[in-house]
C-alpha cells in the first residue's frame, strides 16, 4: 500500500474548509448597549450605564473607532457618574459567523458627584467579540476594557469596564 505523504492530506483538508470572503465588511459599524465599570474608590465599586460607538473600517481588519460610556452609582449617599470619551485603531478578525477585535483608545473621563468633578487622560486596552444575528446586524457579546487613567497628577490603573450590546453594520457588501 502506497502511502500519502501528510503534508498533502493537510493541504487537502484546508483547502476544502469554507472560508470566508475576502472582500467583504462593513464600512461602519454602530454599537449601543450596557456597560458596568469596576473602579477602585478605597473600596472597590460597580458602576453601571451605557455605552456606544461607532467604527469606520478602511480595511477588512483595520479601522477607527470612537468609543463612549457613561456609568452611574450612588455610594455612601451621594450620586457619582463617570464618563468615558476615547478614541483609537481597532484590529479586527473576520468569519462568518463572529468577529473578534482588539483595540488601543485614547481620549478622556470625567467623574464626580454632588457638585465635584474631575477629568483627565484616559486609555482603553481591550477587545471584544460580536456574534452576528444577521448580515447587518451581530450581537456584541463581550467588550473588555483596562482602563488606566491620569487625574489631578495621579495614575490610576485598577479600573476596567465590560460591555455588551448590539452593532448595527452599514456599507460594503
Given at each position: 500500500m502506497r502511502r500519502v505523504p501528510s503534508g498533502i492530506v493537510c493541504i487537502l483538508v484546508l483547502a476544502s474548509l469554507p472560508l470566508p470572503a475576502q472582500n467583504t465588511y462593513p464600512k461602519a459599524e454602530i454599537f449601543g448597549g450596557f456597560?458596568?465599570?469596576?473602579?477602585?474608590?478605597?473600596?472597590?465599586?460597580?458602576?453601571?450605564?451605557?455605552?456606544a460607538g461607532v467604527a469606520g473600517n478602511?480595511?477588512?481588519?483595520?479601522?477607527?473607532?470612537?468609543?463612549?460610556?457613561?456609568?452611574?452609582?450612588?455610594i455612601e449617599g451621594i450620586s457619582v457618574h463617570?464618563?468615558?470619551y476615547l478614541f483609537g485603531p481597532r484590529f479586527s478578525v473576520r468569519a462568518d459567523g463572529a468577529t473578534g477585535f482588539l483595540h488601543a483608545l485614547f481620549g478622556g473621563v470625567?467623574?464626580?458627584?454632588?457638585?465635584?468633578?474631575?477629568?483627565?487622560?484616559?486609555?482603553?486596552?481591550?477587545?471584544?467579540v460580536d456574534v452576528n444575528a444577521g448580515s447587518r446586524i451581530a450581537v456584541r457579546v463581550i467588550q473588555?476594557?483596562?482602563l488606566p487613567s491620569r487625574v489631578e497628577?495621579?495614575?490610576s490603573k485598577s479600573e476596567f469596564r465590560v460591555g455588551f450590546g448590539i452593532v448595527i453594520k452599514a456599507g460594503g457588501d
Open positions: 456597560s458596568v465599570a469596576s473602579v477602585a474608590n478605597g473600596d472597590r465599586e460597580q458602576l453601571y450605564g451605557w455605552q478602511f480595511h477588512r481588519n483595520v479601522g477607527l473607532v470612537a468609543d463612549f460610556g457613561g456609568q452611574y452609582k450612588d463617570a464618563y468615558e470625567s467623574a464626580g458627584g454632588e457638585g465635584l468633578s474631575e477629568s483627565g487622560f484616559m486609555m482603553g486596552f481591550g477587545g471584544g473588555f476594557d483596562w497628577g495621579e495614575w
